[in-house]
């Protein structure tokens, strides 16, 4: 009986210790192939939306999206 619950945890602390190191690698891959939003996005967003962003506008933006991110 205790036998198999030492051996429940530590499969279960096993699978949590890679889930999370398999996690994390995925996320940078991710990243790195699909960046977060920058300067040229927004610019090229607002410019889609008919207004012509000054860098004022742009800088803005950007500290608003580092805010939720």
Do not use: C, W
């Not at 499969?11 to 939003?37: D, E, H, Q, R, T």
């Not at 610019?43 to 805010?67: C, D, F, S």
């Amino acid at each position: 009986m205790l036998h198999d619950i030492l051996i429940l945890s530590a499969g279960l602390l096993l699978g949590l210790v890679i889930g999370f190191f398999g996690a994390k690698y995925f996320m940078k891959k991710y990243l790195k192939k699909n960046p977060p939003i920058n300067e040229n996005m927004i610019k090229t967003l607002m410019m889609q939306m008919g207004r012509k962003p000054n860098q004022k506008q742009i800088n803005q933006m950007m500290k608003a999206m580092e805010k939720y991110q």
